[in-house]
């Protein structure tokens, strides 16, 4: 078991290189000045250290604004749907009505839909409500999500349904089975479902870039874009604000990886 375990780290090992390598980079070429980034062939340890392009980012720019909008619409989104993807995800795949596995099936296929396809239209309806140019209008369309759904039901599809059964003998109504029963066994699902909708909305650029106009309500994602223009960049501004950018991605993956894990091997059970 040792011998194939040291084997199996002698194959991941590069693997793992590769995938760091890239962040290691950025990381080093955030402290890099301008002259060493268009240098060419790039270089790929800085000659000194440099936080010129952290200043900028923190002294030039609105950034902790952006972060604080980027937190927000964020945690908003996670918070609806954690609610609404179990909540729906549950009446999936315990509640049976006329219909219920085509409708299942219909939201799915919602995700195989591009959402440059519908981006006009979501537009249009966002200005007649008046809720473009705010971050209400970040928030709406990411309330729920046919993946999350699908994750939540596959998730509670393999749960045993011996444990609600007495739960209900003991006369807890349904409702009461999902908060007090089901729910706390779920946390692994439910984490992961956070992880992802987090990860999704903080990296989101497309939707902002439409419906923001005022710098105020700007995401990090489209602040970091104003470092760079139509024939000159300012890249180590890029760097260190996409570093800065990045940490909260990584943090939460790393405190969620294991929940996430979880989630995934009872999704695939199911």
């Not at 790039?42 to 923190?58: E, K, N």
């Not at 749907?81 to 999936?92: D, H, I, N, R």
């Not at 219909?106 to 195989?112: G, H, N, P």
């Not at 993956?253 to 059970?269: D, E, I, M, N, P």
Request: charged fraction near 15%; charge should be positive; glycine fraction near 6%.
């Amino acid at each position: 078991m040792r011998r194939r375990a040291g084997r199996w780290h002698l194959l991941l090992a590069p693997m793992a290189a590769v995938v760091v390598l890239p962040f290691v980079w950025l990381l080093l070429s955030s402290v890099m000045t301008q002259a060493e980034l268009n240098r060419f062939p790039p270089a790929f340890w800085p000659d000194g250290v440099d936080l010129g392009g952290y200043r900028t980012v923190m002294e030039r720019s609105n950034f902790l604004r952006w972060f604080v909008n980027s937190v927000i619409v964020s945690g908003a989104i996670v918070v609806a749907q954690v609610v609404l993807c179990s909540t729906a995800g549950y009446a999936f795949a315990r509640i049976r009505f006329a219909g219920s596995k085509l409708v299942l099936i219909l939201v799915i296929a919602t995700a195989l839909i591009p959402f440059q396809l519908t981006v006009i239209p979501t537009f249009l309806i966002f200005n007649e409500a008046g809720l473009t140019d705010t971050l209400g209008a970040l928030i709406v369309p990411q309330l729920a999500s046919a993946v999350g759904i699908f994750l939540m039901t596959s998730f509670f599809q393999s749960f045993p349904k011996e444990l609600e059964e007495a739960a209900r003998i003991d006369g807890c109504s349904r409702a009461a089975v999902f908060y007090r029963v089901v729910l706390p066994v779920a946390r692994p699902a439910l984490a992961a479902l956070a992880v992802i909708t987090f990860i999704t909305a903080w990296n989101d650029l497309f939707w902002p870039l439409v419906a923001i106009n005022s710098e105020d309500n700007y995401t990090v994602q489209v602040g970091l874009t104003t470092f760079q223009g139509q024939h000159r960049a300012d890249w180590p501004a890029v760097m260190a604000g996409t570093v800065l950018t990045t940490l909260p991605v990584l943090l939460v993956f790393l405190f969620g990886q294991r929940r996430f894990v979880q989630a995934l091997t009872g999704a695939v059970k199911g």
